[in-house]
């Protein structure tokens, strides 16, 4: 395969999982409380990518799809979120990381150990992050989203990025 081959190659992938990325993040707003559906299939999005088009992959949908988040979401707590996206952004990247690094030697742990350093993250965070800005009306609600269920979603996410790999185990992934 040619060097311009390869490229094309990454950029249809990397663009095709993160217009999916975008597209799961629009059809959460039809959901009430999709929290459960929309992070775990960008989390999976995320390590898909990573697995069928490099880290490189990984990490850009992690850096665009925070703020492709805020632009679809018309909440008002969106507004709050927009200084905190790049936190998010890195949340997502050290997830990619922990999988890329890991997912040779035993892609499970890889998975888990993502999820857990993401939450620990995003957690610490969010919580630094009420500190220095002060929104009381979103507090409550920042501090539930980037808690615990960032361990969940990015653990669902991980199963079903699994299942995925397996499915294409032979024609796409490595």
Same mark, same amino acid.
């Not at 610490?124 to 920042?142: D, E, G, H, M, T």
């Not at 980037?146 to 299942?163: C, D, K, R, Y």
């Given at each position: 395969?040619?060097?311009?081959?390869?490229?094309?190659?990454?950029?249809?992938?990397?663009?095709?999982?993160?217009?999916?990325?975008?597209?799961?993040?629009?059809?959460?707003?039809?959901?009430?409380?999709?929290?459960?559906?929309?992070?775990?299939?960008?989390?999976?999005?995320?390590?898909?990518?990573?697995?069928?088009?490099?880290?490189?992959?990984?990490?850009?949908?992690?850096?665009?799809?925070?703020?492709?988040?805020?632009?679809?979401?018309?909440?008002?707590?969106?507004?709050?979120?927009?200084?905190?996206?790049?936190?998010?952004?890195?949340?997502?990247?050290?997830?990619?990381?922990?999988?890329?690094?890991?997912?040779?030697?035993?892609?499970?742990?890889?998975?888990?150990?993502? $999820?857990?350093?993401?939450?620990?993250?995003?957690?610490? $965070?969010?919580?630094?992050?009420?500190?220095?800005?002060?929104?009381?009306?979103?507090?409550?609600?920042?501090?539930?989203?980037?808690?615990?269920?960032?361990?969940?979603?990015?653990?669902?996410?991980?199963?079903?990025?699994?299942?995925?790999?397996? $499915?294409?185990?032979?024609?796409?992934?490595?």
């Amino acid at each position: 395969m040619t060097n311009n081959s390869r490229k094309i190659q990454f950029m249809t992938r990397t663009a095709l999982l993160l217009a999916l990325v975008v597209t799961v993040q629009l059809a959460g707003r039809l959901i009430p409380n999709s929290n459960f559906v929309v992070g775990p299939l960008v989390n999976a999005c995320l390590l898909v990518s990573t697995a069928v088009a490099g880290v490189w992959s990984g990490i850009i949908i992690s850096v665009v799809s925070p703020f492709a988040s805020l632009i679809n979401n018309h909440a008002p707590v969106a507004a709050a979120l927009l200084p905190f996206a790049p936190f998010v952004a890195a949340g997502n990247a050290i997830y990619v990381l922990c999988f890329y690094l890991l997912k040779k030697k035993n892609i499970v742990a890889g998975i888990g150990i993502g $999820a857990v350093l993401k939450f620990a993250f995003l957690y610490s $965070a969010i919580n630094i992050f009420l500190q220095i800005f002060q929104f009381p009306k979103f507090a409550k609600v920042l501090t539930a989203l980037f808690g615990w269920p960032q361990f969940i979603t990015a653990l669902l996410g991980g199963l079903v990025a699994l299942a995925v790999m397996k $499915a294409l185990k032979g024609s796409i992934v490595e």
